[in-house]
């Protein structure tokens, strides 16, 4: 129905070894349909504990299960 839905999310970025990575801003992606999502998202590089605070925006004008995945960094473990 073109309505956003609005969340706040914090992650933590670790290299291969565990330890924190800082100084990276991490990206999303959104599954998308013809173009028909509208995603915007706000994320602040992380910091000393590897720690990212984003604001995420999705709005789609077509009903289905939208998925949101981290695009950068690409290396990822854990929940999605």
Not at 39 to 54: F, M
Request: with cysteine; charged share 10%.
């Amino acid at each position: 129905n073109g309505t956003a839905y609005a969340g706040v999310m914090t992650i933590t970025l670790t290299d291969a070894g565990g330890n924190f990575v800082s100084g990276v801003t991490p990206q999303f992606s959104a599954t998308d349909t013809n173009s028909r999502n509208i995603y915007t998202q706000n994320c602040t590089s992380t910091n000393g504990s590897g720690v990212s605070t984003c604001t995420n925006s999705l709005r789609s004008h077509h009903a289905e299960v939208k998925t949101l995945s981290i695009s950068s960094p690409i290396t990822k473990t854990g929940d999605t």
